[in-house]
């Protein structure tokens, strides 16, 4: 049985649909991100399941129970919320406490209980302080610590990473995935960062306009996008505009790109379609080597970023980003370079054109 | 120069006019009522030359002042209390009500501010007089033979001071209330907390300095009000207020109303002091 179903999920306001028919099914234990860009509707989803938002259509289970109507405080759920929301008039025991003792729980049994969740977020010893006496870092662990010890089904994540700083953040996201493995507790992550989706899911779900566009493990999401949102949201995308021809994209006022076995879905020519090719897909080739398709390009531009370079190549008219490993043989190429990239037609995502698509 | 100091100095500049003002209009005039209130009065002759603490000592001796003094602090604990229960679901609605609703509700909260404090005071003495609106009425229905004494008592200034203070008291709490964020009730929902314990154990406790404050104001008001327990109470039924200008402008006792100025500022800063811990701890700011 699904730890969390979500079946035909609905949300419509006045003016627009946050969230359209999200089904998804979440399975015990496991780990799943909403991931999209800012508007998509996956904080709606998460609070529809901590029942903040009611639904105007589908269900909600947990463990195989219907709960749609049952208001958030019945629902044994634990929500880390963005802005933390510690309770700023309690020490932070006592926040990590608030659960237990709505459970019941007291005395001796109260202590250890929150003794341990403090332990599993590694705040031992800090139960007496309050929490405008912690860092953000341990504002947000405390936050952590109060939801998992009442020992949800569910715990729900609401973009929790994005107040911390960059640094902090990636030791998180470590540390939580970590968390996640030891507490078993099936987790709903919300984030608009594909990284922190990618690196700490069993599954990633994403969403644009309320629509799931693909739901699936990390890497297939990565190597096998669904739709042309897909793949110019996850990775660095080069975004091209242009028609169907030839079993391939004529780019508007650039080179001619081949598509890959089923990548046109049946697009006939001349359609009007938006083409995505990531920067890590583009590889350079050494004067001995040839490929299957070679595009001829100038160096306009290089910019280092550390574990890998990145050339603004120019091809054929258009601009392109294309990316080389910094201990590699393209490593240092000069201004004005020629260059030829190899590009498997594999890589090439096509999408009918959807104007309103900005990620 | 530290940068404590460089912030602070134009920061002095801004407030030093009405440092000025305050310090020639008000703490001159008030440290000049020092030795007064230290000075005998001897009735039919005035203020003599002698210097006594007698002043004082019979505030706290003299069972007739030290009423006057237990009546004035109860008026105005009384009062803030009835301000606080009333004010604060008014308060808690507003908060959370939508915008048009908001303002609707805080132009109704503040209306009966613009009218005249001796007008809402007089609107009191029609209704609570012996002959008033109620008890006519209450004799014509025949709950009741006699008028019921509802004036010239603590009753009368219960009720008039608590209706002309309650608009202060829920602009205080309005905005306390709605800083709240509501994140942090959420959260306490997520984990099964009752609407009635998140009330208890978030709302009210994160509110406590819109508390502190309404209450601050409502009890300092009360306590130093003069028209209305003027109106309300009568010449005989007196609070600390009252008996101080009587003392001023009838008796002309200055030394004496001096002395019970300066107990009721003393009063005042010891009650604000007390409950500003006190809040404090409880909201968690301590």
């Known amino acids: 049985m699904p730890a969390l179903t979500l079946d035909r999920l609905e949300k419509r306001y006045a003016e627009h649909t946050a969230a359209s028919s999200v089904s998804l099914s979440v399975e015990d234990g496991e780990f799943i991100s909403l991931l999209g860009p800012s508007g998509c509707g996956k904080t709606t989803v998460l609070r529809m399941v901590a029942g903040l938002i009611e639904p105007t259509g589908g269900r909600i289970l947990i463990d195989g129970r219907d709960v749609t109507r049952l208001p958030t405080n019945k629902r044994n759920i634990g929500l880390v919320f963005q802005s933390y929301a510690l309770f700023p008039h309690m020490t932070v025991f006592e926040n990590v406490a608030f659960g237990l003792r709505r459970q019941g729980v007291d005395g001796a049994d109260l202590k250890r209980r929150v003794d341990q969740a403090l332990a599993n977020v590694r705040l031992d010893g800090l139960g007496d302080r309050m929490p405008r006496q912690l860092s953000g870092g341990q504002q947000q662990r405390v936050a952590v610590a109060r939801s998992i010890a009442p020992r949800p089904s569910i715990l729900l994540f609401d973009e929790p990473l994005s107040n911390l700083d960059a640094s902090l953040r990636d030791q998180m996201q470590i540390e939580l995935k970590r968390l996640q493995r030891e507490v078993g507790i099936t987790t709903l992550f919300v984030t608009h960062d594909q990284g922190e989706a990618m690196s700490m899911s069993d599954r990633v779900c994403v969403l644009a306009h309320g629509v799931v566009q693909q739901f699936d493990t990390p890497e297939a999401i990565y190597h096998r996008p669904a739709t042309g949102f897909v793949a110019s949201f996850i990775g660095r995308p080069n975004r091209f505009k242009g028609t169907v021809q030839r079993a391939g994209v004529q780019v508007d006022g650039g080179p001619w790109l081949p598509a890959g076995v089923g990548a046109l879905n049946g697009l006939p020519e001349k359609t009007a379609v938006d083409a995505v090719l990531r920067q890590e897909d583009v590889r350079f080739l050494r004067a001995d080597e040839s490929a299957g398709f070679v595009l001829d390009g100038r160096i306009a531009l290089r910019a280092f970023v550390g574990s890998r370079v990145q050339y603004v190549v120019a091809v054929g008219g258009i601009e392109l980003i294309a990316e080389a490993q910094t201990n590699g043989a393209h490593a240092a190429l000069d201004i004005d370079a020629a260059v030829r990239l190899a590009v498997d037609p594999q890589h090439v995502y096509v999408n009918a054109a959807q104007p309103q698509e900005a990620a | ?286």
Request: some cysteine; aromatic content about 10%; proline content about 6%.
């Open chain 2, 1 to 286: 120069m530290t940068a404590g100091t460089r912030t602070r100095l134009p920061g002095l500049v801004l407030v030093s006019p009405l440092l000025l003002i305050l310090l020639f209009a008000f703490i001159a005039p008030a440290l000049l009522m020092v030795p007064l209130s230290l000075r005998e009065y001897v009735p039919g002759s005035g203020i003599s030359a002698n210097w006594t603490l007698a002043n004082y000592t019979s505030i706290v001796t003299d069972e007739y002042f030290r009423e006057v003094v237990v009546r004035t602090l109860v008026l105005g604990f009384g009062v803030t209390a009835i301000c606080l229960l009333l004010g604060y679901p008014l308060a808690y609605f507003i908060a959370h009500s939508g915008p048009t609703m908001r303002l609707t509700l805080t132009m109704l909260v503040i209306f009966p501010m613009l009218l005249n404090l001796v007008v809402r005071s007089f609107g009191w003495i029609a209704l609570l007089a012996n002959r008033g609106l109620i008890n006519n009425l209450l004799i014509d229905v025949g709950l009741i033979e006699r008028p019921i004494r509802m004036m010239f008592n603590l009753f009368g200034l219960l009720v008039g001071m608590s209706h002309i203070f309650l608009p202060f008291m829920v602009l205080m709490l309005v905005p306390a209330i709605q800083a709240i964020p509501k994140d942090v009730q959420s959260a306490a929902y997520t984990l099964a907390a009752s609407r009635l314990r998140v009330f208890w154990s978030i709302t009210l406790p994160m509110s406590a300095p819109g508390i502190l404050s309404g209450s601050i104001l409502v009890f300092v008001l009360t306590i130093s009000a003069l028209v209305t327990p003027r109106m309300l109470g009568g010449p005989t039924y007196k609070v600390m207020a009252t008996l101080i200008y009587d003392d001023f402008l009838q008796t002309l006792d200055w030394p004496a109303g001096a002395a019970m100025s300066f107990a009721l500022t003393a009063l005042t800063m010891l009650v604000i002091g007390v409950s500003s811990r006190l809040m404090k701890r409880w909201g968690g700011q301590a």
